[in-house]
Nanobody
Framework: QVQLVESGGGLVQTGGSLRLSCAAS????????MGWFRQPPGKEREFVAA????????YYADSVKGRFTISRDNAKNTVYLQMNSLKPEDTAVYYC?????????????????WGQGTQVTVSS
């Protein structure tokens, strides 16, 4: 498994932007599909975005499509989530995830590894 550490969360006003980062340990980062999930207050965790091992394929939840962008830098063992035009409903703890299968990641099938989460709060 790979160890994941998220950063970049914080408090932002409606319409603002944040970029989350997820640093991964291990030499095999480039072989993993990566994803972002979030858990709003009082709700279940939900899928946000996925990216395949090379970065050539991405997939987004409808709720964030056109506003969020997932990307990765395999040389830095890091995956990013650029979040623009933030809304109060984007408020959540955001989790980074890794799995050897892009199919599992895209279909939210219990990715193998998770980070500890980072809080994003969007004020109205």
């Amino acid at each position: 498994q790979v160890q994941l550490v998220e950063s970049g969360g914080g408090l932002v006003q409606t319409g603002g932007s944040l970029r989350l980062s997820c640093a991964a340990s291990g030499r095999t980062f480039s072989s993993y599909a990566m994803g972002w999930f979030r858990q709003p207050p009082g709700k279940e965790r939900e899928f946000v975005a996925a990216i395949n091992w090379s970065g050539g394929i991405t997939y987004y939840a409808d709720s964030v499509k056109g506003r969020f962008t997932i990307s990765r830098d395999n040389a830095k063992n890091t995956v990013y989530l650029q979040m623009n035009s933030l809304k109060p409903e984007d408020t959540a703890v955001y989790y980074c995830a890794a799995d050897s299968s892009y199919y599992r990641m895209q279909n939210s099938l219990s990715p193998a590894s998770w980070g500890q989460g980072t809080q994003v709060t969007v004020s109205s």
